[in-house]
């Protein structure tokens, strides 16, 4: 009677977080915002950028490639983003991190959404072999340069009462075999921006930090790397968007995508982390090893 009773909460709880998360957006809270989104020539930032784009919101793109930028802009444009612009600039690089920032407030004069979706790294799929190299190269794109892009956005976030949204994964919770240096700069963003969250409270300071947990999206870059490694489907990049776009407007401190897969799973690790953790190993050796 007691799992039963603690089955019947914890579903109640999903279904009250689920729902809250499903208040609509309308373009009047997002027209003529300021927008910086950043690994936005392809997968979920491109997807992110349309979405700001549909609500009429002045976007600024950033990534390695310029004509790929280029084409997302004028895609923006035809959306009806209010203007759409474009900074190329490699993420290893934190001085070229700081100037993205510069350039935003010279053109736009200030900032209302920081969307950090970057991804990068030498890593590759295999087992950690003492490669400080790869362990370096994905802390410095995925960890230290989002926090050099919030510290130099920070001041215009706090004039404008804007928000940061952190494209975050499940391997910065649960993490797992084979991905270790990517793993690492998850969990750090998770810790780095959580703890940013309540400081900014305490600070009574009126700029909203939101971390989208995600699952395996079909991104070009998800899918080269792993799309033979495991067996689950992907889950589709628009839509994807469409709850971390939300999410950020709505100010809400966690989305998860996709919602009834990844929660569950986070619920239960909390409560039972072997278990969890061996469970997915087992599924690991018998879809990828035996």
Same mark, same amino acid.
């Given at each position: 009677?007691?799992?039963?009773?603690?089955? @019947?909460?914890?579903?109640?709880?999903?279904?009250?977080?689920?729902?809250?998360?499903?208040?609509?957006?309308?373009?009047?809270? @997002?027209?003529?915002?300021?927008?910086?989104?950043?690994? &936005?020539?392809?997968?979920?930032?491109?997807?992110?950028?349309?979405?700001?784009?549909?609500?009429? =919101?002045?976007?600024? *793109?950033?990534?390695?490639?310029?004509?790929?930028?280029?084409?997302? =802009?004028?895609?923006?444009?035809? *959306?009806?983003? &209010?203007? =759409?612009?474009?900074? @190329?600039?490699?993420?290893? +690089?934190?001085?070229?991190?700081?100037?993205?920032?510069?350039?935003?407030?010279?053109?736009?004069?200030? *900032?209302?959404?920081?969307?950090?979706?970057?991804?990068? /790294?030498?890593?590759?799929?295999?087992?950690?072999?003492?490669?400080?190299?790869?362990?370096?190269?994905?802390?410095?794109?995925?960890?230290?340069?989002?926090?050099? *892009?919030?510290? &130099?956005?920070?001041?215009?976030?706090?004039?404008?009462?804007?928000?940061?949204?952190?494209?975050?994964?499940?391997?910065?919770?649960?993490?797992?075999?084979?991905?270790?240096?990517? +793993?690492?700069?998850?969990?750090?963003?998770?810790?780095?921006?959580?703890?940013?969250?309540?400081?900014?409270?305490?600070?009574?300071?009126?700029?909203?930090?939101?971390?989208?947990?995600? /699952?395996?999206? +079909?991104?070009? +870059?998800?899918?080269?790397?792993?799309?033979?490694?495991?067996?689950?489907?992907?889950?589709?990049?628009?839509?994807?968007?469409?709850?971390?776009?939300?999410?950020?407007?709505?100010?809400?401190?966690?989305?998860?995508?996709?919602?009834? &897969?990844?929660?569950?799973?986070?619920?239960?690790?909390?409560?039972?982390?072997?278990?969890?953790?061996?469970?997915?190993?087992?599924?690991?050796?018998?879809?990828?090893?035996?």
């Amino acid at each position: 009677m007691a799992a039963v009773r603690l089955f @019947v909460s914890l579903l109640i709880c999903l279904c009250a977080y689920y729902f809250y998360s499903e208040e609509t957006v309308s373009a009047d809270m @997002v027209r003529g915002k300021r927008v910086l989104v950043t690994g &936005s020539s392809t997968g979920i930032g491109e997807q992110v950028a349309y979405e700001f784009s549909r609500l009429g =919101a002045h976007v600024i *793109l950033t990534a390695r490639r310029k004509q790929q930028l280029k084409q997302v =802009a004028k895609k923006c444009l035809a *959306l009806g983003a &209010s203007s =759409a612009g474009h900074v @190329v600039a490699d993420m290893s +690089n934190l001085t070229a991190a700081q100037k993205i920032v510069e350039d935003v407030r010279d053109r736009l004069g200030g *900032l209302d959404y920081l969307v950090l979706n970057h991804v990068g /790294g030498s890593g590759q799929f295999g087992p950690f072999k003492g490669d400080m190299a790869a362990v370096t190269s994905s802390m410095t794109i995925n960890f230290l340069s989002y926090v050099q *892009l919030t510290a &130099s956005a920070l001041t215009m976030l706090r004039e404008s009462q804007g928000s940061i949204v952190v494209v975050s994964s499940l391997s910065g919770r649960i993490g797992g075999p084979f991905t270790l240096a990517y +793993n690492a700069a998850k969990f750090a963003l998770e810790g780095f921006y959580s703890s940013l969250r309540r400081e900014l409270r305490l600070q009574q300071t009126n700029v909203s930090v939101t971390i989208a947990v995600l /699952g395996y999206i +079909n991104t070009d +870059n998800a899918v080269k790397k792993v799309g033979d490694k495991i067996r689950m489907a992907a889950n589709p990049k628009e839509e994807c968007a469409q709850k971390i776009v939300q999410a950020g407007v709505l100010r809400q401190p966690e989305v998860f995508y996709p919602y009834w &897969s990844l929660k569950p799973l986070l619920l239960f690790k909390e409560w039972m982390p072997g278990l969890i953790e061996t469970l997915l190993d087992k599924s690991y050796i018998l879809e990828n090893i035996l």
